[in-house]
Every structure is written in C-alpha cells, then in structure tokens.
C-alpha cells in the first residue's frame, strides 16, 4: 500500500500547480475578508481606525454641539478618530485625509427642535471602500435617533431651548417638571427603543471573555473556515484521481498486477487523507508564521482533529466519487456537496449568525464540528477533553462514510472494460 | 518445450454481443506467438480475460498450469502486460515509472535498481531517465510502457498492439526489444494487425476476427492454406457471375475471391502457368483494366478467410 501512496505523493509533488492553488485560496480568503473586516485580535488594537471630519456649521446651537462633543468618546475611540474642521475640511477630503466628512447644517439644533425637516450631509472618500460606508450607514443611526427623539420629545425640547436662550438660569422647579415629561415619555417607549442596545451590550460581553485567551485574530479565525472548504476540495481531487487513472489505462495496468481492487481504493483513500493532514499543516505554519494563529495551542489535540477532519472529508468525497460514473460528474457532484456543507456548515459565514434552523442544520456538516473545534482550540484556549466530541463525530462519519465509499468503488472497478 | 499459456474454448459476452467466441491455443515456453486480426476482432478482449481483467463467461485459462480464475494473484506474478494505450505517469521520470511496479511487484533496493537500469538501457532511454515522462516523445512513452510490463522478469508477456501510432525507428527499436526478451527465455504473446510485424516476429500465428480463430499455425503453415503458387489479381468491368464461370473452365485456376469488377484467384504451381490461366481468361470474351501477380501473404489470406482486408 505504501508504495501506491508515495507514488501519488510523490505525483502530486512534481505537479503542485493544483495544490499550490488550493492552500492560496484560503490564505487569500483570509487576508481578504480579514482586511475588510479590519482583522484585528481580540483587543482590537488592530482595527483600523476610521478618520472622520466633523464641520459643524451650527456653531452655537446645543444639540450639534453636544454631538461634536459625545462624537469619538468612550469605546468608540478605538475605532473613530474624530477631528472638528471647518472650511478647510473640504480641502483635507479632496486630498484623501478622512474617511468621511459630517457636516451639519447652519440652525441644525433650531429646525431638530421646531421639528422642521434637516438634512445632514457626508462626504465619502471615494478612494476607500468599505469606511465611508461604515460613517453613511452610523450617520443614518444617529439620523433617525434624532428624528424619533425630536417627534417623541418636541414639547420639552421647545423648553429646553427657551430655558438655553434666557438669560438667567431656570428655576429647579421648572427644570425637573421637563426632565419628568422627558423621563415619563422615555420608560413609554422604552422597550422599543433599547433592545438594539442591550444586543450590543451582549457582544462586548463576549469581547471581554476573548480577552483572556490567545491572541490569535480574524484573519486566523477566516483561516479555519476557509481551510475546512479548501480540504474538501482538496479531498475530491484526491479521490477524483482514480477515473483519470481509469481513463488513462492506469488502473486497468495496476489491477492486472496482483494488487486487487480494494487495496487500489483504499490505498487511494489513505492518500487521500494523509495529503490533507500534509495541506492542513502547510496552513497551519503559515497561520503560526503570518501570527494569524497565535500560541498557545493543543497541538496533540489540532493533530488528532485534523486527521479525523481530513478522514471525514475524504469519506464524503469518496462516497460522492462512488455515486457518480465520470471524473467531470465528480468534480460537478463534489463541488456542490461542498459548497452546500460549506454555507451551511460554517465556512462562508460563521454559524452563529445565521438563523436557527439553518444553525440546527449545521450539526449534520463535517465543516461545523471542524470549524466548532478548531476555533475552540485556537480562540478559546480549549484543550482535547473539550473537543473530543468533536473527533469522535468526526471519525464516526469519516467511518461510515469511508465504508460505503469503499464497498461501492470496488464494486464499480472490479472488472475493468478492455 | 513445454505450454506456458494454455487457453481452452474461452468465450466472453457482453449482454447481445460475443466479444470472444470460444478460442482455444497454447504458446510454448520462449515462443511468439501472435494474434493477428483487425481492431475489434476480439484481441484485447482475450487478453484482458487471460490477465485476470475480465471474468471470462465460459473457458480455461492457465499459465503454467495455474489457472486465472482459481489463483488470479499467482498466475499474476508470473504475467508481464503491457497494454494498448500508453499507460504511465507523466508527471513521473521513467526511472520512478519503473520503480513504482517494480515495488508493486515487492521488489526493493539494489535489486529494483539495477533492474531499472538494466531496463533503461534496454530500451534506450537511461539518457533521459530522470526527466518527466511529459516531455517524451511518442516513440520513447512507448518503449517505456514496454519496460514497465518487464520490470518484474515475468515469464509471459501480454504485449497489446505495443507499436501502434510510432514512427519506424521506434517500432524497430520496439520489435528488437521483443527479440531479446525471447532470446532471454520469455514467452510472449503478441497481437496486432500489422501483418509485418507478426510476419517479422512471431514463430505461430492465430488469425482471428469476430471473436473466432479461423486459422492457426506457422507463417509457413498459414500460407500453404493459400496453396501453392501465384496470386493473380484482376481489375475490370465484368459481373462476378461471368468470370466465376470463366474460371472453372482455365486449368490451373482457382477463385479466392471474386466480385464485380475485382477479383482474386490462384494459379497453381503444378498447372500450366500465369500465361495459360490469363489466355483462358481472355478466350471467353473477358477484358481486364488491371492485372497484378504476385506470391500470396498473410493480408491474402486474411482476405480468403474472412472476405475483407485486414486493416478496414
């Protein structure tokens, strides 16, 4: 058996075009979604930070100045880099140095107030792609807080700015009957306009839990979710390959030697998934050495599960091959299985975001325990009693999935037409 | 000298169709024996059943007394074929082309080695023995096919069609290759349906077609089935009907096959000769475009047994 599969290890090292194409299609994934994404760690020092102009023509109105004022504080610093310009904020745009400009208009705080219609108005830097669009889409929320906040609160707004016009400070009295209609007015509709908040209070709960693991980033995090999907693909060439022996007379010569079918086909599966365990570790080190992945990691436990993965992989992939009469219908029925197990098991889009029943349906992916493990050991600082279920699945499927593979090929290449 | 391959009444069907139909010969230890017939006569079907590829439907196969169907793996050891198409690896160098079935064959080590190099020479190709079987010509991915079914020094070669679709130079290389693995003691079986070549090579011969043998023997042997004498060929505007009843009356001639306008007799050698047969001919009225003489070979006789040419 050894010599069938350095034979094919040692084919697929003279002609690596194909294997160096699919250990860069996920290395490229990774950096390009991981770039979009800002592909910092979990303490965000690496997100790149989006500089915005703020050009406040309603220099002395209360509601602009208290949003120059808030705009960039807190946690968003980490994010926002937020400079208060003037005219000059035109020039600075032309010559690319922000993301994007607000400007908020002259009487922008009196027509907010008298509830008249206002526009705010941003200027995107055409020369970056996705920022602008993060300052269109955030200038929008604040937009429409403004305007419910406006039709919610008019009445004890138009005080407020009276109270700011006068000249001597308002009486308490009259100050805490505004803030009781506004506080009153608030706890109405409360539930309806908080939820979203007490969603994002829950992310940054997760945040801090990540902060005590390793530091390994999104681009790692992408990294895994793409492997997975480049060694099915990887497992259908492997498997493929036994039709372009077919065609090529190969096969027909080997079964005339005393090598009998089923070793030709489990000696092809084996290969099968040693050259994935071999693809895996290529990605790993280059993950480990690009610092997407950062130690401390369970090895033993990222070894047992890459093979069990790549022993699941090759089962599916082999069992598709089997069901199939041509290397053409392989690579057809082998590219949609995998992406179907891809979009739903986590390799496109991280399971937690999609709806539930897509969720429930990802368990039965080989994609979803991989991905499930390897992010776990890599993110989470699991160790193997953490994901052994996640090897046992995958063994189970690798199993039944290699069997039904097995006794269906050797029942196709039995006897080889002349 | 004793049978190496003994094949006995072997049939094989596919569904409606007999590829194989009931064919029975033996080959004797260091012989050559060919098998002669067009593409689709059945030839690659026999060899596929008597190297265990096929389940024969009906008949024996045994080499040296051991048969296929009981003890497929060890008559297998003992099985040297090299197939029709060129069946190597193209990203590999013939050196690791060879030692890939060398190993198949549990061969390991210095005896691998100096049984690759030995081939390489054979063969003529340790000049290029590490470079990838891609950059081949046609010429040379043939040799190496044929060194590929030798690697094991097995004592039956299966050699099917080895020299179809190369230049001369090749093909002389090939044949003198064949040459020398009999001279070492080998056995082979050779088919093909360049009648040269077995003309060339083979010490007996089948002549097979839709799966039968119709004849067997010595190229001797096979050509006396002509009978003695000349082949006379003529060419013309005459119905068959007019001339077979012409010939049956010219001493000496006799038809092998006639049609309208073509026809090919044989004027025997113990009868009045080329000029009497011709003169006969043209006394009953016949005239012919074309006449052409010559001694019969095996392409005649093919033609006389199965009523087309070999190469159609």
Request: aromatic share 6%.
């Amino acid at each position: 058996m050894w010599v069938l599969i350095r034979k094919d290890l040692l084919r697929r090292w003279r002609s690596p075009l194909a294997t160096i194409v699919m250990i860069i299609f996920p290395l490229f994934m990774s950096l390009a979604v991981g770039s979009i994404s800002g592909g910092g760690g979990n303490d965000g020092s690496d997100f790149p930070r989006i500089k915005i102009l703020l050009q406040n023509n309603d220099e002395n109105g209360f509601l602009s100045n208290a949003l120059m004022g808030s705009a960039g504080q807190d946690e968003s610093q980490e994010y926002l880099e937020v400079v208060a310009v003037g005219d000059e904020g035109t020039e600075m745009m032309e010559e690319g140095k922000a993301s994007a400009m607000v400007v908020l208009p002259e009487d922008f705080t009196a027509k907010v107030f008298n509830r008249e219609p206002v526009q705010i108005a941003v200027v995107r830097n055409p020369a970056e792609g996705i920022k602008p669009e993060i300052v269109v889409q955030g200038t929008g929320v604040v937009a429409t807080y403004l305007d419910q906040g406006a039709r919610l609160l008019g009445e004890e707004l138009g005080i407020i700015q009276v109270m700011m016009e006068a000249e001597n400070l308002p009486a308490s009295a009259k100050v805490g009957a505004v803030s009781a209609g506004i506080m009153t007015k608030i706890n109405g509709v409360e539930k309806y306009l908080f939820p979203p908040l007490v969603e994002v209070g829950g992310v940054k709960e997760e945040d801090a839990e990540g902060d005590s693991g390793p530091a390994s980033n999104v681009f790692g995090y992408i990294l895994i979710m793409t492997t997975v999907m480049a060694l099915l693909f990887v497992a259908t060439r492997s498997m493929g390959d036994i039709f372009e022996e077919q065609n090529s007379g190969m096969l027909k010569r080997q079964l005339a030697t005393p090598l009998g079918i089923g070793l030709v086909v489990g000696a092809k599966t084996v290969f099968a998934v040693v050259f994935g365990v071999i693809v895996m570790t290529i990605l790993g080190t280059i993950g480990l050495t690009l610092q997407w992945i950062v130690p401390p990691v369970d090895l033993v436990a990222v070894v047992l599960l890459g093979v069990s993965f790549s022993l699941a992989a090759c089962g599916f992939l082999a069992l598709v091959v089997s069901l199939v009469k041509t290397e053409k219908q392989a690579g057809i029925m082998g590219w949609l299985v995998i992406m179907g197990m891809s979009a739903v098991g986590g390799s496109m889009l991280p399971v937690e975001q999609m709806p539930a029943p897509m969720q429930a349906v990802s368990r039965y992916t080989i994609n979803y325990w991989a991905i499930d493990g390897f992010t776990g050991l890599v993110f989470s600082g699991e160790g193997l009693a953490d994901i052994v279920g996640n090897i046992v699945r995958l063994l189970v499927m690798g199993a039944v999935t290699i069997t039904a593979a097995q006794v269906l090929l050797v029942r196709r290449f039995r006897e080889v037409s002349p | 000298m004793s049978a190496v391959l003994e094949v006995k009444d072997l049939r094989k069907e596919f569904g409606d169709l007999t590829a194989v139909d009931g064919i029975s010969f033996d080959i004797q230890e260091g012989e050559i024996f060919g098998f002669l017939g067009p593409n689709g006569a059945g030839k690659t079907t026999s060899i596929s059943m008597i190297c265990g590829l096929l389940k024969p439907t009906a008949g024996e196969v045994h080499v040296e007394g051991v048969s296929i169907l009981t003890d497929p793996r060890k008559v297998k050891r003992r099985l040297g074929v090299v197939p029709q198409e060129v069946a190597i690896y193209e990203e590999l160098s013939a050196r690791e082309n060879l030692a890939f079935w060398g190993g198949i064959f549990g061969m390991r080590g210095g005896e691998l080695n100096s049984r690759v190099d030995e081939l390489l020479e054979q063969v003529g190709l340790e000049e290029r023995a590490k470079e990838p079987t891609k950059n081949f010509s046609g010429g040379m991915k043939r040799r190496l096919n044929l060194a590929l079914g030798l690697v094991h020094d097995p004592k039956l070669i299966l050699l099917d069609e080895p020299t179809v679709g190369i230049d001369p130079q090749a093909r002389r290389n090939i044949l003198e290759v064949v040459k020398s693995i009999v001279a070492g003691g080998r056995t082979v079986l050779y088919t093909t349906h360049y009648l040269e070549e077995a003309e060339e090579l083979c010490d007996r011969l089948a002549i097979i077609d839709h799966g039968q043998i119709l004849s067997q023997g010595t190229v001797g042997e096979l050509k006396t089935q002509m009978g003695e004498g000349s082949l006379l060929t003529v060419q013309g505007d005459f119905p068959a009907t007019t001339l077979s009843e012409a010939v049956t009356g010219v001493e000496g001639l006799m038809p092998i096959e006639i049609d309208d306008d073509r026809a090919m007799l044989l004027v025997t050698r113990d009868g009045p000769g080329v000029s009497h047969s011709l003169e006969g001919l043209f006394s009953r009225g016949l005239t012919f475009d074309d006449i052409t003489i010559k001694e019969p070979n095996l392409e005649d006789l093919f033609l006389k047994l199965t009523g087309r040419e070999l190469r159609n």
